[in-house]
């Protein structure tokens, strides 16, 4: 009885390199795990200037790049509308289609209405919408705060 | 089985040489169960195909630049100019397609003749994770060229992943590396396609094989009544089985060669992140889960859609302990024969449907518009096809 309860010398000596390796096992994993994780590229409250918005006619559209994220700027009758350009389905580019007044995936044929609402097709959610901001000739979008 | 004259003399002196010698000749002459033969084939070529992507892989890495900016034209720099270039990544590609073939055709055989049961259980569950890692190979090697359709697949793929329940959103950006595919995404493809998979699929190997000889391949008798091969009966690994291999190690060279040539993977258009094109689809051994995916909308219905993609897959590997009976001849497993064959028509049938929905197809004499969930539209002459119906 009493001798299962004592800690041999061997005993203790097992279990301390038992306890420091898991210790420096942790030590060495998590900083790894960490490097494994995407680093912040910054620019996310990035504005970004639409090139070429003057020439832009009502119903005319472009897609750009803001903050890294595909965004589609759409000229409406009385100024700039913009959308996230990735459908909310599976994350293809949606077009704004001219005559059909409307957006449309080329993936699963889904449509959204002017204001990112879906109309018809898969996505569970409407297309979320970009600030626009215009400061004098010039006209910028931006991630919503 | 001996090294020759000098080095073998070199070798004694230094070492204790009779343990490796008898070991290799041990397993060069291993006895085979008499029923051995052609259909047992499937596993070494799978190999034969990893050796090739090895070595194929390796001479591609040699031009090719794994950034936005040269991968495209690497790849068009290794076809157009390197010499042999065109042959080497045709052979690459489609190494790839038939290695996974050549996996589907292994396990299809191992799991109709019940090889996977005890004592082999551990064998077929590293089977099944050299088929799962395979399928990522595939998966990494295609956003390699940085191509419109593969940049494309990549989006939506890796989008899927975001209806994992729980952990989706992380999963999805730690694949991608950040928020969409960027170069980013590409880098760490590259990493997991020429270094960690290779790896790890050479460390599987080693494994699987271990545990394939270390019980002998599977006779036709039950579990527990296998009789150990006597060394005058049973085939010969070696020149036998060995012999056979080489046939289907010429062969394949002969089909990997002749597909090459006859029909070359196009490298199409590069990547633009701001226009997807129609039509983007995945490669044939993911059409069963995409279009399986496809039934299941909504935000609680993409989460089963998931699960419904997993659970063939944990199956597989969970198999052997869940099939506990002891016969192994298919003849007396009428109950698990059945569900393999349903689920791999199941798997062919959803895999049809994949390839054919958004087109136009005709069925006796018929057109059909084939809608995205598959279901067949009849195509009226005269009449503007729906998906163009005036407004
Ligand atoms: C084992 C070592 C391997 C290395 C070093 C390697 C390396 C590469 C490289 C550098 C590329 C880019 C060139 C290109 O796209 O043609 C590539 C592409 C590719 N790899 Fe691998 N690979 C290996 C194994 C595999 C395996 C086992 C598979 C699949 C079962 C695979 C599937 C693919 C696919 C589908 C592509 C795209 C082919 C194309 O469109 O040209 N690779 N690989
Ligand atoms: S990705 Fe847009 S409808 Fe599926």
Known sequence: MNQTKKTTRRGFLDWLIAAFSAVAGLAMTIPGLMYLWPAAKGGAAEAVEISGAGQMKPGQSVTLQVGGKPVIVVRGRTGFLAFSASCTHLGCLVTWETQKKHFACPCHAAVFDANGGVVSGPPPAPLPPYVIKEIGEKVYVSAPA | ?391
């Open chain 2, 1 to 391: 089985m001996g090294f020759p004259g000098p080095i073998r003399k070199f070798l004694e002196r230094r070492y204790d040489t009779e343990v490796a010698e008898g070991f290799l000749d041990k397993q060069i002459h291993k006895r085979l169960p008499p029923h051995t033969g052609w259909l047992h084939v499937f596993g070494s070529l799978a190999m034969l195909l990893f050796i090739s992507q090895t070595l194929t892989g390796i001479m591609l890495l040699i031009y090719y630049r794994p950034t936005p900016d040269e991968a495209y034209k690497s790849i068009q720099f290794i076809t157009g100019s390197v010499h042999f270039g065109w042959l080497y990544r045709q052979v690459h590609a489609w190494g790839a397609s038939l290695m996974i073939l050549a996996l589907v055709f292994h396990m299809i055989r191992t799991f109709f003749m019940g090889s996977y049961k005890k004592p082999r259980e551990l064998t077929w569950v590293t089977g099944v994770l050299l088929f799962l890692v395979t399928i990522t190979f595939g998966f990494t090697g295609y956003l390699l060229p940085w191509n419109q359709i593969a940049f494309w697949a990549t989006t939506v793929g890796t989008e899927s992943a975001n209806k994992v329940p729980v952990i989706g959103a992380w999963l999805q950006y730690f694949l991608r590396g950040g928020d969409s595919v960027t170069g980013e995404t590409l880098s760490r493809f590259f990493v997991v396609h020429v270094i960690i998979l290779p790896w790890i699929l050479a460390g599987l190997i080693g494994v699987h094989l271990f545990l394939m000889r270390a019980c002998n391949l599977a006779t036709m008798e039950d579990v527990d009544a296998e009789k150990k091969i006597p060394s005058e009966h049973g085939i010969p690994f070696f020149p036998v089985h060995v012999a056979k291999e080489g046939v289907v190690a010429v062969f394949l060279v002969a089909v990997l060669v002749t597909l090459s040539v006859v029909a070359p993977w196009e490298i199409g258009e590069p990547a633009n992140a701001l226009s997807t094109p129609a039509h983007i689809k995945p490669e044939w051994y993911f059409l069963p889960s995409y279009q399986l995916l496809k039934y299941f909308e909504g935000e609680y219905g993409a989460v089963i859609g998931i699960f419904a993609c997993g659970v063939p897959f944990a199956l597989l590997v969970f198999w052997p302990f869940l099939d506990r009976g002891k016969a192994r001849h298919p003849k007396k497993r009428p109950i698990a024969v059945g569900l393999g064959l349903i689920g791999l028509l199941g798997a062919l049938f959803l895999g049809y449907l994949g390839h054919v929905s958004e087109t136009e197809q005709t069925y006796f004499g018929q057109r059909y518009h084939i809608d995205l969930l598959g279901w067949p539209n009849k195509i009226v002459e005269g009449e503007d096809a729906p998906s163009e119906a005036p407004h």
